[in-house]
């Protein structure tokens, strides 16, 4: 079992910086996501539309 924690970053269409972070567990071939967060210009995000 390995328990992985990502974070990704891009500009959207307003030139918004937006982050996204996750956890991730791989448990032999299967791969779970979890804990799926989001950050627009440094303030966390409910939801992603």
Known sequence: MKMNHYMTRY???????????WIQINFFKWSYQFS???????KRQTKMP
């Not at 799926?36 to 440094?42: A, E, H, L």
């Open 11 to 21: 500009m959207d269409e307003q030139m918004n910086e937006v982050y996204v972070s």
């Open 36 to 42: 799926k967060r989001y950050y627009v210009n440094g």
